[in-house]
């Protein structure tokens, strides 16, 4: 182990001896180096894939932005040998185009090339990974780059959406659904039918919009919670922001899940309540349509996405009351429950629209990348930060280390936070 202990910190001091910075000879072959020989007013692109490496150069400005293509996913330095990462080809091209070296001997920040390190990848699942396994090496090995801010994430385009002329880049989800809701409430007012009890209530622009921003959450995680509930009848009736099914005291009230049991039944559904003895409480448990068991009890309750659900159908709750009826210049549409009505104003939104949806950096041609992820004067960067080291540590240590039990918790625990997820 010393041995080679030995040949990995040679190897690492080799990897950074090179001619200086106005002699790029010792450099990585598929390094595209930039003109500027001032650190400070460098950028090196980190980009997942040999052939939006090449897009990437081509819409790049060559006097300071510089491209690194990195082939296929890098090694997780969380679970590898240091002599092992040393030998990982991709992580040497890294190291040596950074210029800093690695390592507590070796690592010298006034020799770093590039006083933006730019990560790039793909806005799908793949190129999460690729962008927690570069997070990884840095927090690992340059960890004082993040600590001085020069490590950047990219933000490619999500979306596309073009009508007629005029086109728009959209990062994320979120954005998408809110420029589509944006688009189709212009022009637009819904009037609710109270269920049929009292006067018609009509919202329209921003408040309008806030109800379908709600809306649209509360159809997701409602589809999470079918996922464990198998049935939507019982999402329906647990969404019902007139019951007590929030805390643990709350399942501890007999009478509480009672009103549950009425509600159940309504919707034909089979319930029956039992006592949870172990924890003081009581449960309904109900056969789904492959006849197995399901409960409702503290268990569920404690869930996140159950708990974001009770709180967005409180929120929705005071507009949640069908027949639904869009009003548009002189057209009138009515929808008898919200899923219709979300259905109906999305379409509405897209319509005489074109909408592309990028999976990866390569779907772009040169000028839509720099325009949109490249451009200084156009683009979004996110800084990377350590704020908690401590809390850091653990998070890297989980998520990329040898604990699959932890992992899986971990996941479990905040799958709910994570966004910009790939289906």
């Excluded at 409480?281 to 569920?300: F, K, M, P």
């Excluded at 057209?331 to 979300?342: P, V």
Aim: proline share 3%; glycine share 6%.
């Amino acid at each position: 182990d010393a041995a080679r202990a030995r040949e990995a910190a040679r190897k690492a001091r080799d990897l950074t001896r090179r001619k200086g910075a106005l002699d790029s000879g010792g450099l990585p072959g598929k390094l595209a180096d930039c003109q500027e020989k001032d650190p400070e007013r460098c950028e090196l692109f980190l980009v997942e894939g040999e052939s939006a490496g090449g897009t990437a150069k081509q819409g790049r400005d060559r006097r300071f932005q510089a491209i690194l293509p990195l082939k296929g996913k890098i090694l997780n330095v969380e679970k590898a040998r240091y002599d092992k990462m040393l030998g990982h080809e991709e992580i040497r091209c890294l190291i040596t185009a950074i210029g800093t070296g690695i390592g507590k001997d070796d690592f010298d920040a006034a020799k770093l090339r590039y006083g933006k390190i730019i990560i790039m990848t793909d806005a799908d699942v793949d190129g999460s990974h690729i962008r927690t396994l570069l997070l990884t090496f840095f927090f690992r090995h340059m960890q004082e780059l993040i600590l001085r801010g020069n490590v950047f994430i990219a933000q490619p385009p999500l979306y596309r959406i073009k009508k007629g002329k005029s086109e728009k880049y959209i990062k994320d989800e979120k954005e998408f659904t809110r420029e589509i809701m944006r688009r189709a409430t212009e022009n637009l007012t819904l009037e609710i039918g109270k269920n049929g009890k009292g006067p018609k209530a009509t919202i329209e622009a921003g408040e309008l919009r806030n109800f379908l921003m709600s809306l649209d959450e509360y159809d997701q995680i409602s589809s999470k919670v079918e996922r464990k509930l198998r049935d939507t009848r019982v999402v329906d009736v647990l969404s019902m922001p007139s019951l007590h099914i929030d805390t643990r005291a709350d399942f501890a009230e007999r009478a509480n899940l009672e009103q549950v049991m009425v509600e159940l039944r309504t919707a034909q559904v089979k319930p029956e309540l039992k006592q949870d003895e172990e924890h003081s409480t009581w449960v309904i448990t109900y056969h789904d349509s492959t006849n197995a068991e399901r409960q409702i009890g503290i268990e569920l309750a404690a869930r996140p996405e159950y708990k974001r659900l009770r709180t967005l159908a409180k929120q929705i709750g005071r507009y949640n009351e069908p027949p639904f009826t869009v009003v548009k210049s002189e057209s009138r549409q009515t929808s008898g429950n919200w899923r219709d009505l979300l259905s109906y104003v999305k379409n509405e939104g897209k319509k005489d629209s074109s909408v592309q949806r990028y999976k990866g950096l390569g779907e772009m041609n040169a000028e839509q990348l720099a325009e949109t992820t490249m451009n200084p004067e156009k683009r979004t960067l996110l800084k990377v930060r350590l704020e908690d080291a401590v809390e850091s540590e653990e998070i890297f240590s989980t998520l990329m280390g040898e604990d699959v039990e932890s992992r899986r918790k971990f996941i479990e625990e905040n799958a709910l936070e994570a966004r910009n997820l790939d289906i």
